[in-house]
């Protein structure tokens, strides 16, 4: 079953940058679906960013801001966060698919224990 370790996550003031890492391991989609979330308390999860299927996706409120990228020979995903704001203040998962057979959408379903950020004004 795959695993996954969020790594990179600090206190950062506004207009900085930071870049959180994920590793994983034992996961037979990596080549098809890896993502980042985020979520505060009381909100629901929202995606941030991801590679599936060779193609980038990021959500607008991080567009031009946020980059994500993996290195497949360390099994690893990272989120290159810069122009920070205060509203990026969030727990951030990386998040795999679990499951068996042919993937044919990123239905997410296992993320990470989550690294925090926090963007301060």
């Known amino acids: 079953q795959v695993q996954v370790v969020e790594s990179g996550g600090g206190s950062v003031q506004a207009g900085g940058s930071l870049t959180v890492a994920c590793v994983y391991s034992?996961?037979?989609?990596?080549?098809?679906?890896m993502g980042w979330f985020r979520q505060t308390p009381g909100k629901e999860r929202e995606k941030v960013a991801g590679i599936e299927f060779g193609s980038r996706t990021y959500a607008d409120s991080v567009k031009g801001r946020f980059t994500i990228s993996q290195d497949i020979v360390k099994n690893t995903l990272y989120l290159e966060m810069s122009s920070l704001k205060p509203e990026d203040t969030a727990m951030y998962y990386c998040?795999?698919?679990?499951?068996?057979?042919?993937?044919?959408?990123?239905?997410?379903?296992?993320w990470g224990q989550g690294t925090q950020v926090t963007v301060s004004s």
């Open positions: 998040a795999a698919v679990r499951g068996a057979g042919r993937v044919q959408r990123c239905e997410y379903n296992y």
């Open positions: 034992g996961y037979t989609y990596m080549r098809y679906c």
